[in-house]
T-cell receptor
Framework: GESVGLHLPTLSVQEGDNSIINCAYS??????FIWYKQESGKGPQFIID?????DKRQGQRVTVLLNKTVKHLSLQIAATQPGDSAVYFC??????????FGGGTRLMVKP | DADVTQTPRNRITKTGKRIMLECSQT?????MYWYRQDPGLGLQLIYY???????NKGEISDGYSVSRQAQAKFSLSLESAIPNQTALYFC???????????FGPGTRLTVT
């Protein structure tokens, strides 16, 4: 498949373990954050979002944590599966209702 | 997801050639975007359009132009392609006043 980033930070986890992907954002005025998953050869797909009035939001097997004090966002994936292997991007809102994307982290799941 | 389609999916072209990448959407969204993705980097915004008559430059618009032919169609052109425009190109859409963007499958462009 296509490689979307040869030099991305990589997180390698064992199947069944939990994964934590981190993201530092730049704008203290941002009030909306979103995580995307990009599988090889595909466009990014929405995973979960969170607004700045929340510290935590849970979805199916995923949890996003927001620490506004240090401008840090994390994505936790429970019981990581081979299908979770992908590049994960965080994004924050900016002016005119748009998103600024981070550089991405590659998650590799070992069987 | 067939809601946002891009053509072509792969294209190899030569330096100096004009090339157009096309994007169509069936989501009924007013807002459309073109992004570029290089290895090791995130998504960089080239152009965006909030409706047919509202087109704006993004952070890396030099060497590119766009056309919003209709609400559902947004095309990206490279007037004279150069090798450093070799990249993955993504189109995205969003509803008005919504941050969530829906992406197409991408076009891999190689300029030799």
């Amino acid at each position: 498949g296509e490689s979307v980033g040869l030099h991305l930070p990589t997180l390698s986890v064992q199947e069944g373990d939990n994964s934590i992907i981190n993201c530092a954002y730049s704008n203290s005025a941002s009030d909306y954050f979103i995580w995307y998953k990009q599988e090889s050869g595909k466009g990014p797909q929405f995973i979960i979002d969170i607004r700045s009035n929340m510290d935590k939001r849970q979805g199916q097997r995923v949890t996003v944590l927001l620490n506004k004090t240090v401008k840090h966002l994390s994505l936790q994936i429970a019981a990581t599966q081979p299908g979770d292997s992908a590049v994960y991007f965080c994004a924050e809102n900016n002016y005119r209702v748009m998103l600024t994307f981070g550089g991405g982290t590659r998650l590799m799941v070992k069987p | 997801d067939a809601d946002v389609t891009q053509t072509p999916r792969n294209r190899i072209t030569k330096t100096g050639k004009r090339i157009m990448l096309e994007c169509s959407q069936t989501k009924g969204h007013d807002r459309m975007y073109w992004y570029r993705q290089d290895p090791g980097l995130g998504l960089q915004l080239i152009y965006y359009s909030f409706d047919v008559k509202d087109i704006n430059k993004g952070e890396i618009s030099d060497g590119y132009s766009v056309s919003r032919q209709a609400q559902a169609k947004f095309s990206l052109s490279l007037e004279s392609a150069i090798p450093n425009q070799t990249a993955l190109y993504f189109c995205a859409t969003s509803a008005a006043e919504s941050y969530e963007q829906y992406f197409g499958p991408g076009t891999r462009l190689t300029v030799t």
